[in-house]
């Protein structure tokens, strides 16, 4: 049963916040970004479609 109390945290990750999580993966940025993955924490501006975006 979810706890009532429980509030979802919202973050704008920006291509600097992404860009850093792959270059450095057991820095801050990533664990935001594995947090947005996981579900634990909701991105504000980016969501998985756009991780998976080839150019």
């Known amino acids: ?5 429980l509030v ?3 973050v704008v990750i920006d ?4 860009v850093s ?3 450095q993966p057991e820095g801050l940025p990533a664990v ?3 947090l ?3 579900g ?3 991105p504000a501006c ?3 479609s756009s991780l998976n975006t080839k150019t």
């Open 8 to 10: 979802m945290i919202r």
């Open 1 to 5: 049963m979810p706890n009532a109390n």
């Open 15 to 18: 291509i600097n916040v992404l």
């Open 46 to 48: 980016l969501n998985r």
């Open 40 to 42: 634990r924490i909701q």
């Open 21 to 23: 999580a792959l270059l």
């Open 32 to 34: 935001v970004l594995k």
């Open 36 to 38: 947005a993955l996981s």
